[in-house]
């Protein structure tokens, strides 16, 4: 839906550029905001510190498993020898420990309000600052209309390299201006 609503939008600029026969250079860049996010080191850095919480986070969830295991290979070898009462008990104890894991997968990966998706965004949210205004400061500079990400949801069918403005923006997050 993004990529026609764009792909609509730069026509109708053209469209409307070629009707006023005036000459209208549309100047457009793109970054590539994968490569973009895969050297910068404060990316790197918080994508490393949110893989080591989901690390810590699938061994908690492993553990309740483990657990949840053991307590139903205990009730079936059990069962046979437990009167009705125990069973239910033991049935109980299990649905709870299943309800337990359930409850803490979906606390820190469920979207949109998942500890995952938070945290994400806590450790994101600066270098995408970061990045935008690096973006917008070359863009400026450059004396460009737009900027795509050919690595986003638009889709660039073509892109003539002269306007990748991926390593300036890079190189002016390394050097921190």
Known sequence: MKRSIILLFFIFVVSVAAQTQQPFALKVGYVD??????????AIKAKSDLDGLVTKWRKEADSITTVLQNAYADYQKQAST?????QKESQQKIVAQ??????????KF??????YFIRQEQLMAPVKQKIFKAID???K????HYVLDKAGEVV?????AQFDITFKVLDRLKRGK
């Open 82 to 86: 437990m009167t009705p009462e125990k």
């Open 137 to 139: 400061e070359i863009a």
């Open 156 to 160: 660039v069918l073509y892109a003539d």
């Open 33 to 42: 905001s994968e490569t973009i996010l895969e050297q910068f080191p404060e």
């Open 98 to 107: 299943e309800q337990q894991l359930q409850q803490y997968r979906e606390q």
């Open 141 to 144: 500079e450059e004396s460009m």
């Open 110 to 115: 469920a979207q949109p309000n998942g500890e």
